[in-house]
Structure formats: structure tokens, C-alpha cells
């Protein structure tokens, strides 16, 4: 490994049939909806796996007990954990909090951005080894995709509108207001609606059908 005092933790959730990608089951039907997650999840790993940067935790919703996970936990080195929390913000806080007492920084990643590549995660790290104290990969639907830190901040996880167009503004403002500087990298895009997931298609080289 690269870096031996970082850690990436992958949130996901498992692909379980009407549960997952949700705002694409009316285009695309509930079993391809299913199969993108489970599709991403090991797209995700695989790529990390072969990077070999940091220790990897697969942060599993609802628990780890899910076949895909499973299956994950064998094919790939890393540490499965399960989620836990009311919400997206507290979920991802006590996953950051716990990491951060075994490792100096952290990495915190979903599955859903496939065009967030290991050079880019690499130079999330690089950022935070400067001295940096937060790295954001802003999404462009005004999400982000990527948050790295080395001190786990409880207000940045608070009163931020998941899921909403919200979500970066509103982290930027609970920083600027607490004096804590931060870095952007470049805006990546993830797979949320028919157009996202059609350009995921392109990228795989593969075409649109529906069920």
C-alpha cells in the first residue's frame, strides 16, 4: 500500500430490488436498477483493489450480511462495516470518527461516481498529506462525491439537505463559518438520472435497454 496511514471508507448500500437507484427505476425497471448497484459496487472495489493506495472499508447498509457483500469480502482486500445512524450525515460522521482513531486521514467515497478514478482519489490523499484539513470532489448536480479530513468535524454531517442540490453549498457555508479551510478539486459527475446512466453506459462501452 502507498499510504499506510489513510483509509477509504465505500458507502453503499445493497442491492436489494426496489431499494437502490430509485430515481432510475421509472426509466430503466427495477432489475436493471438492481444490477447497476451491485455492477458499481464491484467496479468500485476493483479499481481500488488494483490501485492498492490505503487500507479500504466497505461501509454496508442496511449490514453486512448481504450476498454482494459477502461475496465482496472475499474477493477483495478490504474490511466490511456496517452503517449506522439516523441519516446519510450521521452514517458517514461515525464512520469518519471511528476510522480516524486508527488512521491520520480519511477518505469517504460512494459507489454511484464511476468517473471518480484512482488519480483522483490519489491527489485527495496528496491534499490532505499538504496539510489541508477538508478535500471535497464536488458533483455536478451540487452534491460531492468525494470528502476527505483528518479531524472528524460532527457540523459538517449536520443540517445539510441530502440528496438535494444543497449539499455543497451548504458544507462550504458550515466550514467558512467555522474558520476551517478547505479544497475543491474538479466537479465529477455521478449516476442519478436517465442521462447520468446513459453516459455510464458510454463509459462501460455497453447500450441502453430497458427491461
Known amino acids: 500500500m502507498i499510504y ?41 472495489l476493483s479499481m481500488l483493489e488494483n490501485a492498492r493506495l490505503c487500507s479500504v472499508y466497505l461501509m454496508c447498509a442496511p449490514d453486512t450480511q448481504h450476498e454482494c457483500f459477502q461475496q465482496c469480502n472475499e474477493k477483495y482486500s478490504i474490511t466490511l462495516s456496517a452503517q449506522s445512524g439516523s441519516d446519510l450525515g450521521e452514517r458517514m460522521f461515525n464512520g469518519i470518527r471511528h476510522a480516524l482513531l486508527q488512521f491520520k486521514y480519511c477518505i469517504v467515497i460512494g459507489t454511484d461516481a464511476p468517473a471518480l478514478d484512482e488519480t483522483m482519489i490519489r491527489r485527495a490523499i496528496d491534499i490532505l498529506h499538504s496539510g489541508k484539513d477538508v478535500v471535497f470532489v464536488p458533483a455536478e448536480d451540487g452534491g460531492y462525491v468525494l470528502v476527505g479530513l483528518q479531524h472528524p468535524y460532527d457540523f459538517l454531517f449536520r443540517q445539510i439537505s441530502w440528496g438535494s442540490s444543497k449539499v455543497m453549498q451548504q458544507s462550504r457555508n458550515q466550514l467558512d463559518s467555522h474558520g476551517i479551510p478547505y479544497t475543491e478539486m474538479s466537479t465529477c459527475w455521478d449516476v442519478d438520472r436517465l442521462d447520468d446512466y446513459q453516459r455510464y453506459l458510454a463509459l462501460q462501452g455497453t447500450r441502453f435497454r430497458t427491461e
Open 4 to 44: 499506510k496511514d489513510s483509509v477509504i471508507l465505500v458507502y453503499a448500500k445493497a442491492p436489494v430490488e426496489g431499494a437502490v437507484n430509485t430515481r432510475l427505476i421509472p426509466d430503466i425497471g427495477i432489475q436493471a436498477a438492481t444490477k447497476l448497484q451491485y455492477d458499481l459496487i464491484h467496479q468500485r
